[in-house]
Nanobody, 118 residues
Framework: QVQLVESGGGLVQAGGSLRLSCAAS????????MGWFRQAPGKEREFVGS????????DYADSVKGRFTISRDNAKNTVYLQMNSLKPEDTAVYYC???????????WGQGTQVTVSS
């Protein structure tokens, strides 16, 4: 079973940047697509983006396209979410997750809070 731990969240002003990390332990994640999700207060969790096992292919929600970048370092069992030009509406708890069989995300981290002030 893989354990995922996010870090790097915090408070930032609008227009600023943050980089989130998601470290995996236990069973490695190098062969899996990894995703980032977020959940704002009172809202459902939403997809932010994903990266395939090699890092060669990424996918992003329209709301973050051009501002957020996902990367991974399989040697370090870590996936990253670089967030630039942050907006107050990006405020949420951010989660990383591993996509398993059936294209479902079946392993989740505990989340890290990102707050963007206006």
């Amino acid at each position: 079973q893989v354990q995922l731990v996010e870090s790097g969240g915090g408070l930032v002003q609008a227009g600023g940047s943050l980089r989130l990390s998601c470290a995996a332990s236990g069973r490695t994640f190098s062969g899996y697509t990894m995703g980032w999700f977020r959940q704002a207060p009172g809202k459902e969790r939403e997809f932010v983006g994903s990266i395939n096992w090699s890092g060669a292919s990424t996918d992003y929600a329209d709301s973050v396209k051009g501002r957020f970048t996902i990367s991974r370092d399989n040697a370090k069992n870590t996936v990253y979410l670089q967030m630039n030009s942050l907006k107050p509406e990006d405020t949420a708890v951010y989660y990383c997750a591993r996509r398993g069989l059936g294209n479902t995300y079946n392993a989740w981290g505990q989340g890290t809070q990102v707050t963007v002030s206006s």
